[in-house]
């Protein structure tokens, strides 16, 4: 293939990746609706089944990233990458039509197995890429999600004020124009001499948990990111639910706090964390992060405006300093050779947080918002969060200025680190 070649390939690449994103953000603005349509249940029931959804969405991804990888290796990438869009677009219509709790949460189910594509949309790009264009390729892929992230909510919430179920039909609508967009443009790239045998041993999503023990430096900061990564999955979680049933939003109103969230996320992370490291240094900047991300958390627990909390939402924004600073501590923590254990490690963490933390997060909800409850307080699970960010803290004092056995190299200006 020549690189003019490449172009429309990699177009439909970076088109599934943002659908994948968005496949996440859509279903957040309207899904306590469409919960609620479907069970005839109040808010807080519609929050725990959420929270089952969302969880049932992440274990599948978690599970399946792995395995799909492998077996693009094995059959090729165009046929995985193709009928896991074929199969997301049949999937939104079946949530769109779903009539009974069961049938979404068994399409969740298969969503979450045609999302797990990222690993295989990757392989494609390093397959057709030469080594010096590989960086730039696989920072498409980040941008791609985030603008996923940004733009799903939108829709979402801009469509769900034509019924909780018009979302669906639209995302079913772009993943099918563009499954037939792959059917034109995508080559295989997968040779006879680069076609692996299936093993699934390889396939373990559970593999990278083992390596931690090799990692005693580092092993500290990965359960400080573990817990502020479940502690930041709050807004994903309990957002939607939390502000309709604190200030009425609707959906549309939803789905633009979410964008302006994402969209000051992705201004901290990709332009103000250079000039905030610099000014602070990356044990100061996770300090600042944690103590901001704890006052948000509490302020957003006690605030009763509904206007107040859309203006602050891009300022909540601000916090998010914490991961890229702990991810360069950890990357020099660890020796040269455990570069990509720490980064398994790391992504494997994440899902697990994206796991649990709706479970927990949407439970604690329920609980302080239904008609029983004897103490009604729905910013609860923002102030678990906030003391989440408190023994974040206990676990950073401690394991932040650990020294890592047996490095051997250590640029200068890493003291700061220490």
């Not at 979410?258 to 000014?279: D, K, T």
């Not at 302020?299 to 203006?311: C, D, M, P, Q, Y």
């Not at 729905?378 to 678990?384: C, E, I, Q, S």
Request: hydrophobic share 55%; proline share 6%; charged share 15%.
């Amino acid at each position: 293939m020549t690189e003019h070649s490449h172009r429309l390939p990699i177009v439909f690449i970076l088109i599934t990746l943002v659908l994948d994103a968005i496949g996440i953000g859509l279903i957040l603005p309207v899904m306590p609706d469409l919960i609620r349509d479907i069970e005839g249940a109040g808010l807080s029931d519609a929050a725990i089944w959420g929270g089952v959804l969302a969880t049932v969405f992440a274990v599948m991804q978690f599970l399946c990233g792995p395995l799909v990888g492998n077996l693009s290796d094995r059959f090729g990438r165009r046929p995985v990458l193709l009928i896991s869009l074929a199969t997301m677009a049949l999937d939104y219509v079946v949530m769109a039509l779903a009539g009974s709790i069961w049938l979404l949460l068994a399409a969740r189910v298969i969503g979450g197995v045609t999302a797990s594509t990222q690993a295989t949309a990757s392989a494609f790009l390093a397959d057709i890429s030469r080594p010096e264009q590989k960086a730039a390729r696989f920072g498409m892929v980040g941008a791609s999600f985030g603008i996923g992230f940004v733009i799903g909510p939108v829709i979402g919430g801009f469509l769900g004020e034509f019924g909780p179920r018009a979302p669906f039909w639209a995302a079913a609508g772009l993943a099918g124009v563009n499954f037939l967009f792959g059917l034109l443009v995508l080559p295989e790239t997968v040779t006879e001499r680069t076609r692996r045998r299936f093993d699934l041993r390889r396939a373990n999503p559970l593999g990278a948990f083992r390596e931690m023990r090799r990692l005693p430096g580092v092993a500290p900061l990965l359960v400080l990111f573990f817990l502020y990564e479940f502690a930041m999955f709050i807004y994903p979680a309990i957002w939607a639910y939390f502000t309709q049933y604190r200030f009425g939003w609707s959906p549309g109103t939803v789905g633009i706090s979410l964008a302006m969230f994402g969209i000051g996320v992705a201004a901290v992370q990709g332009g103000l964390i250079r000039v905030i490291l610099r000014a602070l240094g990356e044990r100061f900047t996770v300090w600042y992060g944690l103590g901001y991300n704890l006052l948000a958390f509490l302020l957003i627990g006690v605030i009763e405006s509904g206007r107040a909390i859309l203006l602050l939402t891009p300022l909540i924004a601000l916090g998010a300093v914490v991961t890229p600073a702990l991810l360069a501590m950890m990357s020099r923590a660890a020796g040269d050779n455990q570069q990509g254990e720490v980064q398994g490690t790391v992504s494997s963490l994440r899902s697990v947080a994206m796991i649990l933390s709706p479970l927990v997060m949407t439970q604690l909800f329920a609980a302080f918002t239904s008609p029983q409850a004897k103490v009604h307080l729905p910013g609860a699970p923002f102030f678990l969060a906030a003391g989440v960010m408190g023994i974040c803290g206990l676990v950073f004092a401690y394991g932040g200025r650990l020294k890592p056995p047996g490095k051997t190299h250590r640029c200068p200006e890493s003291a700061e680190s220490r």
